[in-house]
């Protein structure tokens, strides 16, 4: 059996870890264990971690949140910003989330393979029982919203 | 003035990059952006270079390939590498560092840990 750390924590750090250094921004635990980004406001995408173990990460966050980091990061106004730039910051957050997670969970030895980030074409999908979710806020209270979809990943769950 | 190549498929993460060397003092380094391996590759065969930067995951031609072919290539064997990267671990970084890497550092990137993996290079 694969040996690692705490799943559930390993995803916090790396979302953690991720905004503070390259958006200055404290994540938490969502408030309100209820709440669904808007649908009509919803950006998402996805990426495949393929060795040791596979399954699909999926980051989805508020299209008006992406399109503040995207001034932000980029230092441009509002209404400079373009949706290939909104997509590359969501590709980039959502790389370098899936590489500290997977640094936080396993064991220092342990080689992993992840693929590219791909742009959510259609609805978000809808957890299943093969599905870990994060529900998570900026301390400005922006929601994040991240699943962890696959039953090998699934396997690895905190007790 | 120092020539310096960022191979990364993404426009952000060469931006980071690009900020973080402007802050330790590489601001006024010619900066050539690649979006794959195989455009940093032909960059840095086209024109002397004095540092190459890349990712690790990056279509058409990834970080990892890219390290092997500037090593085996004569021309580009003393070109010093680092590999800036979301999918590193220790066994990853002993692998890139064995096939002649000079540093593999970690995404996101920070100026104070740029600076300290090209401290050698600043000095020159």
């Known amino acids: 059996m694969l040996k690692h750390k705490p799943l559930y924590q390993a995803m916090i750090n790396a979302v953690s ?21 808007p649908a009509e406001d ?7 971690i393929n060795d040791p173990v596979q399954g699909e990460i999926r980051l989805a966050m508020a299209k008006t949140f992406l399109r503040k980091l995207t001034g932000n990061i980029f230092s441009i106004d509002d ?5 290939p730039q909104m997509n590359d910051i969501q590709n980039e957050l959502l790389n370098t989330i899936v590489g500290l997670f997977l640094t936080n969970l396993l064991e220092d030895d342990q080689e992993y393979k992840m693929g590219l980030p791909e742009l959510g074409e ?6 299943d029982a093969n599905t870990i979710i994060w529900k998570l806020m900026t301390d400005e209270e922006d929601a994040l919203q991240i699943h962890a979809a696959g039953a090998s990943l699934v396997a690895m769950k905190d007790e | 003035m120092k020539r310096i190549i960022i191979a990364d498929d993404s426009t952000t993460a060469r931006m980071f990059i690009k900020r973080c060397l402007q802050i330790i003092g590489l601001g006024d380094a010619e900066i050539i952006e690649a979006e794959h391996g195989k455009e940093a590759l032909t960059a840095a065969k086209a024109q002397p270079v ?17 390290v092997k072919w500037v090593k085996a290539s004569p021309k580009l064997s003393d070109l ?11 066994a990853k ?19 104070p840990v740029m600076m300290e993996a090209l401290a050698d290079f600043l000095d020159d």
């Open chain 1, 122 to 127: 259609e609805e978000w999908p809808e957890a």
């Open chain 1, 17 to 37: 870890q991720t905004l503070e250094n390259m958006v200055f921004m404290e994540v938490m635990e969502h408030f309100d264990r209820s709440y669904e980004i």
């Open chain 1, 79 to 83: 209404e400079e910003i373009t949706e």
């Open chain 1, 42 to 48: 919803l950006a998402w995408n996805s990426l495949l």
């Open chain 2, 50 to 66: 004095d540092l190459l930067l890349t990712d690790l995951n990056m279509p058409v031609m990834d970080g990892e390939t890219l």
């Open chain 2, 93 to 111: 970084e002993e692998q890139l560092l064995a096939l002649g890497a000079h540093r593999v550092l970690n995404k996101p990137v920070s100026p």
């Open chain 2, 80 to 90: 010093p590498v680092v590999v800036i990267t979301s999918a590193g671990n220790p």
